[in-house]
């Protein structure tokens, strides 16, 4: 009798153990994710500040013209990847506006503000950049162990479902450039 | 170049004289004693000898060879040059990035810092050894390390550290099997994973730092300069070990001194911080808020 209860112990540990392994990893990579997550957020809303100060500056040589009227997206946290993906490439369009509105304006270049806030502009650019790498590395390891065995069945009594990349686009692909 | 190749031939001389005057007593040994049982102890401690006293004539000759070929290389390609072949690195500087196991025995020589594209940097000659003795006695050397270390100023600001290892250099320290507050990290390249292993303190700042470009440039640095890769990115500096078991700066014994090529070889040795510096862009400063003046000085 005790030996068979030992041998349903073992047999249940040996059932259990994995399914905990499993467990435990798929919680780790979805903390991974939430900070990489995270990550973003931070830098978004870093690159939106920076820009807003950059729209001010250059309004500021260029008070008459119309095309100030730049609108820079408001960003905040817990966006979904699809509206972090939106935010992005509506900040990189805003950004591409203040330069070529900037490119009027030669003493505006020269100014020691404007050069100061076009390397900010590129630090928080590679630091969004790092995040969403960052986040896509996390997201496609996830990805692949949710399709692996054992985890899949694990994964799918947890209700865990494929996480979405944040796509970049092919300048973004590219390291930080900066025209000075 | 005259008073070099005097010094090569008196160092010379004296080698081939001493291994003479070796042989002779060996031979005397053997014939007037017949002491065939000492003759191998009597080699050993006669050729000893030579060496001991031909020592102060090859530190000349070497010398000599690293003012007037090495340092003049440097200078022709560096600026702010400091050549200083008696020193080494501190073992504290490596101690410091706590990501490199230090062994027990350690040394250090030809120590010289300098500019490249105004990108300070420091280099050394570095040997790390663990001397062990096992309970019969027996003493093992494991080699930690041996080759050069090189410190770059770093033109990125970042939280924390991280080393980017390749897979075959072994001694580097990465936290323990308890220790949460290093963690490996994968980039989305397959290839630099299957080559470099990475543990970080802060995973942001492994992708702020190890852009696409910085990745490809890594693999390609790692393919054009021989030896195992250990880089150590700490304090915006970036820390490179580089395993090749050469020692450095050394000139040839038995061949006449060709100016040409000892100053190709010294290029060829000095070679991995062009490449650094411009593979990895690191006299592109736009993200460095204030230049980091940190290099260690040798002792």
Avoid at chain 2, 27 to 47: E, H, K, S
Avoid at chain 2, 77 to 84: G, R, S
Avoid at chain 2, 187 to 214: G, M, W
Wanted: proline share 2%.
């Amino acid at each position: 009798m005790n030996s068979l209860i030992i041998v349903l112990v073992v047999i249940v540990a040996i059932l259990f153990i994995p399914v905990i392994v499993v467990i435990n990893k798929f919680n780790r990579m979805l903390v991974k994710i939430e900070e990489a997550d995270s990550d973003i957020d931070v830098a978004l809303i870093k690159r939106h500040d920076t820009l807003t100060k950059m729209l001010d500056v250059v309004k500021g040589y260029a008070k008459h013209e119309k095309d100030t009227l730049i609108e820079i997206v408001n960003v905040r946290k817990g966006m979904s990847a699809k509206e972090k993906n939106d935010a992005i490439k509506s900040l990189d369009e805003s950004t591409e506006k203040i330069r070529l509105l900037a490119e009027a304006y030669p003493e505006l270049r020269s100014s020691e503000n404007y050069n100061t806030l076009q390397k900010s502009i590129a630090d928080t650019e590679e630091h969004l950049q790092a995040a969403r790498r960052m986040y896509n590395a996390n997201v496609s390891a996830f990805n692949q162990y949710l399709v692996s065995f054992p985890a899949s069945i694990i994964g799918s009594m947890k209700g865990l479902s494929k996480k979405e990349f944040l796509e970049a686009s092919e300048e973004q692909k590219e390291d930080v450039k900066m025209d000075l | 170049m005259e008073e070099l190749e005097k010094l090569r031939k008196a160092y010379v001389n004296h080698m081939v004289i001493g291994l003479i005057i070796t042989i002779v007593v060996v031979v005397v040994l053997f014939v007037l004693y017949n002491a065939t049982q000492f003759l191998f102890v009597a080699f050993i401690i006669c050729f000893m000898i030579v060496l001991l006293t031909g020592g102060s004539k090859k530190k000349k000759y070497s010398t000599a060879y690293k003012k007037e070929i090495v340092t003049t290389t440097m200078q022709e390609l560096f600026t702010d040059i400091v050549f200083d072949y008696d020193k080494g690195l501190p073992s504290s500087v490596i101690k410091e990035t706590d990501m490199m196991r230090l062994g027990n025995r350690y040394s250090s020589n030809d120590w010289y810092s300098g500019k490249y594209k105004d990108v300070s940097f420091t280099s050394s000659d570095v040997s790390i050894e663990e001397v062990t003795t096992d309970s019969e006695g027996h003493t093992h050397t494991t080699v930690y390390f041996r080759g050069q270390w090189y410190i770059f100023n770093f033109n990125k600001n970042f939280k924390g550290k991280f080393q980017v290892c390749e897979k075959d250099f072994h001694y580097s320290k990465h936290g323990g099997l308890f220790d949460k507050s290093i963690e490996k990290v994968e980039v989305e390249d397959i290839d630099f994973n299957k080559q470099f292993r990475i543990y970080s303190t802060d995973a942001h700042s492994v992708f702020y730092v190890l852009t696409p470009h910085i990745i490809e440039s890594i693999k390609k640095i790692n393919e054009a300069i021989p030896g195992r890769l250990l880089l150590i990115f700490k304090d915006n500096s970036l820390h490179v070990g580089i395993y090749n078991g050469s020692d450095n700066f050394e000139p040839s014994i038995f061949h006449k001194i060709d100016v040409e090529k000892s100053k190709e070889k010294v290029r060829k040795e000095i070679e991995p911080i062009t490449k650094f510096v411009e593979e990895l862009r690191l006299d592109n400063n736009i993200f460095s808020s204030s230049a980091v003046q940190n290099n260690p000085q040798g002792e």
